[in-house]
């Protein structure tokens, strides 16, 4: 009985003893999934290098997730994976947060077949043929796309629609984002995809560059052909210089203007700015050329606030276009 | 009774045999489904996992790099929200279960209070965290916190605790409760001297196969904004100076083994496949600890009760 009261009491201590938490130099971090790999080896080294003073934590709570936190003051950096949205915007405006949306890296969408497969290359038209939502229950073999591509039986797999990467392939194929066929194997878990398209000849998927290059022996990429008519293989080179389009992304991080003022979080952008190529290529990202990393950092010195895709989704924007265009909240 | 009668009883006997034959061979092989699967799937994992299972694989934090990635804070993040989460859900739930079995009035109000404990075992996990969300996180200003962590994980296990303290309490004999009262005893010493500690055993049971429950959640975890990535501590809770006691780990970040583990799989380099499954096996040997312990004390307990 006694080990009870001791029990008792010890809760009640909690609720005497629980002050907030002290302010410790913290960098909270929270967002797209797609982004944490190259924000997560980011803030591995910051933190080596400060030798722990300052912590930094990084959550995966999904793109929209992250604007939420971060519209609410709750974070200081917003990993996403596409541009923050009107929505969005109108509600860190309402909370008085202003923001600078600094691109990190570029995140390819590969088109994979199996290695068996004949099929080399493909037009967007080609692929808008396969994923539209009109081709459910329609489009099923291959010849349907094309004669050559012989008679077997179409098997396609790509991510469950809670995904930036859906997002992003419906808008830059089908046109419209989240319009897709729903008749094909959907998983959050690229792995899964990876494992399904290599066991079927007949199988066609997408998903980041990442999972594709960690698999290169059991798939085989699509070239896709680009509006200027090349059909173009995803390469770190291909997407640099723009030719891999149009399923190359920037990805970026927002950074809360206020949190910014603070040292630590400065010091944690200038290192994401100064490292970010490195670490990007490292996670199989890949990376923006040098001087995005720098105009970045020159947007913080001039004051350049706010976002440069005024609240709209685009598809095949060079990083080039990115860093031309005038900022605004 | 004729040669006849004989042969058809001898056949009914035969019949009746073989059925019984039959339904073990099929019970077992029920029973084998479930252990073989686990089996399976315990042996890939450690098959997968057995390189990584080396002293710094739990005295490293998440990394990049598969071969230096470890689960300390994952370990130390689900030690300690368990910690909160006995803390909350224990005394309440005794307490609560045994209002309900000893103190309360029978009447339309206690029916519905009790449907409604049994129904909420049930209720899916990721509601706790949306309830905990609002609540502890944003209305108590607990933040995302090992603390709403904690707490949210007691939610959700405390109507197991509620119902095995009830149960517990009902399998006393009845001798023991007239017996005690006969003496005199007020209903509070009968509880405190003679239910609580003789139903403790039963007690134990459901606390474990509650807490065995929440230490793989991720859902309400997620929901109220567990990290993914963290490379520090909670600060300690034992300091050098006075008062020695130190309570700021519970408003610590944190993050759990199950979502570290979730991480692992969703990643595009093969290498972190064998650190999942390393920390696959290390969360199940976490939760069978967690049953041995019990079982243990369970038995301890049960020794020193004579009726």
Redesign the interface.
């Known amino acids: 009985?006694r080990s009870?009261n001791k029990?008792?009491i010890?809760?009640a201590?909690?609720a005497l003893?629980?002050?907030?938490?002290?302010a410790q130099s913290m960098v909270?971090v929270?967002g797209s999934?797609t982004v944490?790999?190259v924000?997560?080896?980011v803030?591995?080294d910051f933190?080596k290098s400060t030798k722990?003073a300052v912590?930094?934590?990084?959550?995966?709570?999904g793109t929209g997730g992250g604007f939420k936190?971060f519209c609410r003051g709750?974070i200081d950096v917003a990993n996403a994976s596409r541009p923050i949205l009107k929505k969005e915007m109108d509600d860190c405006a309402k909370a008085g947060i202003k923001y600078y949306e600094m691109p990190v890296a570029f995140d390819a969408l590969t088109v994979v077949v199996n290695p068996k497969s004949k099929i080399t290359q493909l037009t967007v038209a080609q692929l808008k043929a396969m994923w539209e939502p009109g081709a459910q229950g329609k489009v099923a073999t291959w010849n349907q796309i094309d004669p050559s591509f012989g008679d077997g039986k179409l098997k396609l797999f790509g991510p469950g629609s809670d995904s930036g990467t859906f997002d992003y392939f419906t808008e830059a194929v089908n046109g419209k984002s989240k319009a897709s066929r729903g008749d094909y194997t959907a998983s959050?878990?690229?792995?899964v995809l990876v494992q399904g398209v290599s066991r079927d000849v007949n199988a066609l998927g997408y998903f980041?560059y990442?999972?594709y290059?960690?698999?290169k022996n059991k798939l085989k990429a699509v070239a896709v052909v680009n509006s200027k008519g090349k059909a173009v293989l995803p390469s770190e080179q291909s997407v640099i210089d723009g030719s891999y389009n149009p399923l190359a992304r920037p990805i970026f991080i927002y950074v809360n203007e206020k949190s910014l003022e603070r040292a630590e979080i400065r010091q944690f952008v200038e290192f994401y700015m100064k490292n970010g190529a490195k670490?990007a290529s490292?996670?199989?990202y890949v990376p923006l050329p040098a001087k995005a990393y720098t105009s970045n950092l020159e947007h913080v010195a001039k004051k350049k606030i706010g976002t440069v895709f005024g609240g709209e989704a685009e598809v095949g924007v060079t990083i080039e276009e990115l860093i031309a265009r005038e900022a605004k909240l | 009774m004729d040669k006849k009668d004989l042969e058809l009883v001898r056949g009914v006997i035969k019949t009746n045999r073989r059925l019984d034959v039959i339904f073990a061979a099929a019970g077992f092989l029920a029973l084998m489904i479930g252990v073989l699967a686990f089996i399976t799937l315990f042996a890939q994992m450690i098959a997968t996992g057995w390189e990584r299972l080396n002293p710094e694989f739990f005295t490293s934090?998440?990394?990049?790099r598969a071969a230096n990635a470890g689960i300390l804070s994952a370990w130390v993040g689900s030690l300690s929200v368990m910690t909160v989460t006995a803390?909350?859900a224990?005394?309440v739930g005794?307490a609560a279960g045994v209002y309900l079995e000893e103190y309360a009035p029978r009447n339309l109000l206690t029916d519905l209070i009790e449907i409604n404990v049994s129904n909420l075992a049930g209720v899916p996990s990721i509601v706790y965290g949306l309830l905990a969300l609002g609540v502890f996180v944003y209305a108590f200003?607990f933040?995302?916190?090992i603390?709403s962590a904690g707490l949210t994980l007691g939610l959700l296990i405390l109507p197991v605790v509620i119902v095995s303290t009830r149960e517990a309490l009902r399998a006393i004999p009845v001798h023991i409760r007239e017996g005690a009262y006969g003496v005199g005893a007020t209903r509070w010493q009968v509880v405190?001297d003679h239910l609580?500690?003789y139903s403790t055993p039963g007690i134990m049971t459901g606390v474990i196969i509650g807490m065995s429950r929440a230490i793989g959640e991720t859902a309400p975890i997620?929901t109220i904004?567990?990290?993914?990535?963290?490379?520090?501590l909670p600060p300690t809770p034992i300091t050098g100076e006075a008062p020695y006691?130190n309570?700021?780990w519970?408003?610590?970040?944190f993050t759990v083994m199950p979502i570290q583990m979730f991480?692992w799989?969703?990643?595009?380099?093969?290498a972190f496949?064998q650190n999942a499954a390393a920390a696959g096996f290390i969360l199940v040997f976490m939760t069978l600890m967690m049953n041995a312990v019990a079982i243990w004390l369970r038995y301890r307990l049960r020794k020193s009760i004579s009726w």
Not at chain 1, 17 to 22: D, I, S
Request: charged share 20%; net charge negative.
């Open positions: 009985m009870m029990t008792i010890a809760s201590c909690f003893l629980a002050t907030a938490a002290h909270k929270d999934s944490f790999p924000t997560e080896a803030a591995e933190q722990g912590k930094v934590t990084v959550g995966i709570s936190k709750e959050e878990d690229d792995n980041g990442a999972y290059v960690e698999n670490l490292e996670v199989k | 934090f998440p990394s990049r803390i909350s224990i005394p005794i200003g933040g995302q916190s603390l405190r609580v500690p997620i904004g567990a990290l993914t990535f963290i490379a520090f006691i309570f700021d519970l408003w610590s970040g991480n799989t969703s990643r595009p380099e093969e496949q």
